[in-house]
């Protein structure tokens, strides 16, 4: 079975700071990996994601993820932290049977 | 514009009373999901649909049912609501198979049920 684990349930940042999320997977294939974003009221929209190739991917509104097969882990980053990115972000992995195993998910303070 | 409408978006009810919550997509995705939102669990997958017709059990199918009698529209039936599915339920939609490709969340809609 497939599973995510994200290790911080919560991050406070202050505004201009890096973040990093972590995300760690257990499955036994090559991953599908995700990363999700929530802003506070809203469904999720999708930040990244990494199927196969270099394992540095680029998505939106500034972030950007590493994938590390030897540590299993997929960990979300974004250089300089901006109030907007104030949210709740899931990392998720696939598939198998279809499914899509989300993490419990990190919530993101911005200071000013 | 590409969305997935759910209906209602908040719904408070009591014990037994047989609910539907409609959800909706306009991108003629195939592929349609249901989860729900329970505060340190994430997302759980409820049911799942490949296309009209086909539906299949995701991680916690108990107490819910679906159809998907057309290729828009996956409602999420709860017959005999309890209070232990008070929570934030979310639609979603994907071309092929959904844990491919991106999936396409809805608003959610807050259920509580008394």
């Known amino acids: 079975a497939q599973s995510v684990t994200q290790p911080d349930i919560h991050i406070t940042v202050s505004e201009g700071a890096s973040l990093e999320l972590r995300c760690n997977y257990s499955?036994?294939?090559?991953?599908?990996l995700f990363w999700y974003v929530q802003s506070p009221g809203q469904g999720l929209q999708l930040l990244l994601k990494?199927?196969?190739?270099?394992?540095l991917v680029q998505g939106i509104k500034g972030f950007e993820a590493e994938f590390k097969r030897s540590q299993s882990s997929f960990n979300l980053r974004k250089p300089s932290v901006h109030w907007s990115d104030a949210a709740e972000y899931f990392c998720?992995?696939?598939?198998?049977?279809?499914?899509?195993?989300f993490g419990a998910g990190t919530t993101v303070t911005v200071r000013a | 514009e590409a969305q997935v409408t759910q209906n209602p978006r908040y719904l408070i009810t009591v014990t037994g009373k047989k609910l539907t919550v409609t959800c909706s997509q306009n991108?003629?995705?195939?592929?349609m999901s249901w989860y729900r939102q329970d505060p340190g669990l994430g997302l759980r997958q409820i049911y799942y649909?490949?296309?009209?017709?086909?539906?299949d059990k995701g991680d916690v199918p108990e107490g819910y049912k679906v159809s998907r009698k057309e290729k828009r529209n996956f409602p999420l039936i709860l017959e005999s609501p309890s209070p232990n599915q008070t929570s934030l339920y979310f639609c979603?939609?994907?071309?092929?198979?959904?844990?491919?490709?991106?999936?396409?969340f809805g608003p959610g809609t807050r259920l509580t049920v008394l």
């Open positions: 979603a939609s994907s071309h092929d198979e959904g844990s491919y490709n991106e999936q396409f």
């Open positions: 499955y036994g294939a090559t991953p599908y």
């Open positions: 990494y199927f196969s190739g270099d394992t």
């Open positions: 998720a992995v696939g598939p198998h049977d279809y499914k899509l195993s």
């Open positions: 991108m003629n995705h195939e592929y």
């Open positions: 649909s490949m296309n009209v017709e086909v539906t």
